[in-house]
């Protein structure tokens, strides 16, 4: 058994392959069926979200979590500006809402994260700002009531 090809597309180019792909299969399956069809991994790695199956090659297209969150907000920007029928329009919803519980937990670790560097940095800044003041008491002269 062969391991399938992976594809590399353009940020742009890849969340419209992404949306294609979605959107042309839930036209004609269920959620279910066009997410067991579509997604050939999830690995949850900021790197490689998931990978989608290509409707032409089949190849799997690696989706980073910048790509997850692109295609996110292309589906969500279709549904707004397009009329589905009821069943295809349902079908790509529960796709967003998939995709979201992929990449919403790696965008709250990356938030805390920050935040987590952002406090270390003001907490080391400051302690290396009262050093520097403890530096300079010791260096300073003392007067020694001599004239």
Known sequence: MT??????????HLAAEGSEAI????GKQSFENARNGLIVSQTGLHEDVFALRSRTSYASIAF???DALRLEDVLRKELNENQQ????RECVQQFVGYL????????EQD????????AAFKDSTREAQEELKR?????????????
Do not use: F, H, N
């Open 23 to 26: 959107t042309e299969t839930c």
């Open 111 to 118: 938030k805390l994260a920050k935040d987590l560097d952002a």
């Open 3 to 12: 391991q399938p090809k992976t594809a590399t597309l353009g940020p742009i």
């Open 135 to 147: 530096e300079q008491q010791k260096a300073a002269p003392t007067p020694s009531g001599r004239d």
């Open 85 to 88: 029928p009821p069943e295809e």
């Open 64 to 66: 980073g979590l910048d």
């Open 100 to 107: 979201e519980t992929l990449t919403d937990p790696m965008v």
